[in-house]
């Protein structure tokens, strides 16, 4: 049972380059997460999905976008990366809107 | 004020202590309180999921959440090499956005 799953695992992107993180899960959830950690900072919520066909900001939306391309996949855009944008972001799933959510591994992301 | 304050550390203790790790929240209508471990390049796991006030628990595992006070904890006995992690609290009142804390970072030490 694979749960969260998140690609790629590392990049080392240069600022201004744009790519996309993919995750998937394959709990049946209905609701999607994408949360950044940073040292110090602790996880920090960038969008989310409540349910299929729906998105919304969260505390650090600025720089990203996403796509719920169906019930199983979310995906997190950076159109123009800067150096802001190193750090570690997790996808997470849950069944409700806010319920326990399960995390991937995480995609450590680095900015030059 | 952030919502919910919890201790970084770093916290070290020797193997077979009891562990006490805490958090405090501002908003009192939280009633959902979890905590979260995280070990070094993995993603958070649950580990532990309350409602309301009350004790939980669950093998070496104890949660605890004190509403009056706005206090929560998460007690390890007989800590071992393998409980060294990073522990998250995280807490939510009703269909409110998940909270969580910054984490505090744990050393068992053999």
């Known amino acids: 049972n694979a749960g969260v799953t998140q690609t790629p695992k590392f990049q080392v992107l240069k600022t201004g380059q744009s790519m996309t993180l993919q995750c998937a899960q394959d709990m049946n959830h209905n609701s999607m997460y994408w949360y950044r950690q940073d040292p110090g900072m602790g996880l920090r919520l960038i969008y989310y999905?409540?349910?299929?066909?729906?998105?919304d900001k969260g505390e650090v939306p600025n720089g990203y976008n996403v796509s719920r391309l169906n019930k199983r996949e979310f995906s997190l855009r950076l159109e123009s990366a800067a150096p802001s944008q190193t750090s570690v972001y997790f996808c997470?799933?849950?069944?409700?809107?806010?319920?326990?959510?399960?995390f991937g591994q995480g995609t450590r992301l680095t900015v030059v | 004020q952030k919502e919910v304050e919890q201790d970084p550390g770093p916290l070290s203790v020797p193997e077979g202590a009891i562990v006490s790790l805490n958090c405090t929240y501002s908003?009192?209508?939280?009633?959902?309180f979890m905590w979260y471990r995280q070990y070094s390049r993995k993603g958070p796991e649950l580990l532990m999921y309350t409602y309301s006030s009350g004790n939980k628990e669950d093998g070496r595992f104890t949660a605890q959440v004190d509403k009056s006070s706005k206090y929560i904890s998460l007690f390890i006995r007989d800590s071992q090499p393998s409980d060294s992690a990073t522990y998250l609290c995280?807490?939510?009142?009703?269909?409110?956005?998940?909270?969580f804390g910054q984490g505090t970072r744990l050393t068992i030490n053999p």
């Open positions: 997470a799933s849950s069944l409700g809107a806010w319920t326990e959510a399960f």
């Open positions: 995280a807490m939510k009142g009703g269909a409110q956005k998940l909270v």
């Open positions: 999905s409540a349910s299929e066909g729906t998105t």
């Open positions: 908003n009192s209508a939280f009633q959902y």
